[in-house]
């Protein structure tokens, strides 16, 4: 696997070796889009997996946000869906109407991270209460300053930043957080791409932002995690050991693909996800997330054989599931 840079600001990403002019006519094509958090580890084995096949395969990856991109899914229009939660119920419905099933596919794992500005020198660690008090909706246009969150912080106004409603980390950080998904207030800086939301964070020294690990790591000059308290009590910054030992909670997270049956029928399609399952481990440590355990991905790939469609959460985001009880759940 080839080296290169974790996330860039295009929207879709091809292989630059391959002239696309004339080049998407002569080749088959698999469209993926969904996840802005999914996209560093789909972009990668996407680049690779081209230039295996010396661009026989042309495959495009897209950044809709997990919501954005399941409607495209369900709608027919892409053979892969990246998401950083998985399937809801309303989701389910909209591809069941269209006649879409999907396999699921888990990849990796994702610590979800609240960033901060480093010229801010206050914020050492930060509870869930004190999170929730900043981004419930009642919050919106009331809790403006730091002193409003915690009384020992400075009587300056902050700036949020944060993903929009499209976003699956939108939905898995509401839900955590505030106690339910897509519970939010409306006033900050919301955006589908986390290269602009790391941007703010690190142009104002009031700013607080979150979203995937990956980007903060590749960001991590410009921007500084801050850790959160788990339920025992103790501040736990984001690392691949916090996650595996389940101590970063409850921000940690599966990310998955879901692959539509019915692209499955395509040879081009099946070479791809069989590629991507036995890289994905490999990808997902290359751009920083936490690759999961290498019986995963053989079940993934037993699955895949076998076309096993559908979702072992019911149409539910949870949180604070970990790694052994995903991998131990049948479909439901």
Known sequence: MQMRSMVGAAFVVTVAAFPVSSYSQRVPTIAMDGSSTVFPVSEAVA???????GGAIRVTVGISG???????????EIAIANASRPILATEIAACQATGIQYV????????????????????TSITVDELKKMWEPSAMRVVRKWSDV???WPNEPFALFGPGADSGTFDYFTEAIVGRAKASR????????????????????????YFGYAYYIANAERIKAVPIVNETGLPTSPSVETVMDGSYQPLSRPIF????????????????????MNMAARAAQEVKYIPLPARAYALGLEHLASKRVGTVFGGKSEVGLNIEEMLNRDVR
């Open 186 to 209: 409306g006033d900050y800086m919301a955006s589908e791409d986390d290269n602009i939301l790391v941007t703010g964070v690190a142009g104002n020294k009031n700013a607080l932002g």
């Open 257 to 276: 693909i879901y692959v539509s049956a019915e692209a499955l029928e395509r040879p081009e399609v099946v070479k791809f996800t069989r590629f991507y």
């Open 104 to 123: 699921e596919l888990p990849v990796a794992y994702d610590a979800l991270t609240v960033v901060i500005n480093p010229r801010n020198t206050w914020l």
């Open 150 to 152: 915690n009384p020992n």
């Open 47 to 53: 680049e690779d997996f081209q230039l295996s096949t």
């Open 66 to 76: 997990t919501g954005g991109g399941f409607k495209k899914f369900c709608r027919g």
